[in-house]
Structures are given as C-alpha cells and as structure tokens.
C-alpha cells in the first residue's frame, strides 16, 4: 500500500510581459477613434432643438459660424476661431475658400450655429453676405429633441 502525500501546489505568477503592448494598443485606439474640436467657442450659445437632426460628415470644407453672446448681452459672431463683425463674415469665407481645392471649394459647407435667441435680421444679414461670398450651402446646427420634450 502506497500512501500518497498532499503535494503543496501554489498558483503560478501572472505574466505581464503583454501588459505593455495591450495599454499601448488601447491608448492607440482611443487616439484614432476620438474626436477633437478644433476651435474654442467664445460666445455663449443655447443650439434650438429640432426633430430631423442628421450629421455632418466631411469636416476639412467646412465653415463654423456661431452667433451669440458675450458676457455683456451683445450679439457677437464668431468664424472658426476669429471673432468679427458683420462685415467681415464674407471676406473670411472668401480666404477660407481661396485656400480649398476645387473640388472642396465646390463641396463647401457652412454650419450655422445660432443661439436660439438671436435675432433673426442677423441670421439673415449673415446669410447675404454668404451668397456673396460664393457659399450656398448651409445648414443649421441643432440639438435632437428628446421625445419626452414633445410631449
């Protein structure tokens, strides 16, 4: 009769040796997927809600107009990253044009993000400077309306 002795077993060490290449390839995917905006919004906007929201999907011919407030009240225009006046809306759409190619000068859109409390003699001044400036195509940013809201 052979008698049998508990052998101690004890659980193996975990290998980390991968753990490196894992953090990077998440860290690399997170890099490529995520988003980045590219300008900082200086005024201070409320985006309307609306029902028929859809995305934009070519963002390099694309002209960022916000129409808000400053910190005082005043209506204040921003064009990507520049403040301006009125006035100069068309010109700035014309260098970002001139710097497109033509296919891209072509396919040129400008987003319209407006508070929903601007006046629109604004929204329409700005848009006569736009079909001035050669840029037809405009969409209007908003926000989707939740369907609890419309209840």
Do not use: W
């Not at 953090?23 to 309307?48: A, D, G, S, W």
């Not at 407006?114 to 400036?133: H, P, Q, S, Y």
Request: hydrophobic share 35%; glycine share 4%.
């Amino acid at each position: 009769m052979q008698i049998r002795r508990k052998k101690h077993r004890s659980v193996p060490g975990l290998n980390m040796a991968s753990m490196p290449d894992l953090i990077f390839t998440v860290l690399f995917f997170f890099m490529i997927v995520t988003h980045m905006r590219n300008e900082t919004v200086k005024v201070n906007l409320q985006v309307p809600q609306g029902t028929e929201v859809t995305k934009s999907s070519n963002k390099f011919s694309t002209i960022n107009i916000y129409i808000g407030r400053n910190h005082y009240g005043d209506t204040q225009i921003q064009v990507n990253d520049r403040m301006c006046s009125l006035e100069q809306v068309g010109a700035l759409v014309q260098n970002f044009k001139a710097n497109l190619s033509e296919e891209s000068q072509e396919n040129l859109i400008v987003n319209l993000r407006a508070d929903r409390n601007t006046d629109m003699g604004i929204v329409n001044d700005i848009k006569k400077e736009l079909r001035n400036a050669g840029a037809l195509t405009i969409r209007y940013s908003a926000t989707e309306k939740s369907p609890s809201a419309s209840k």
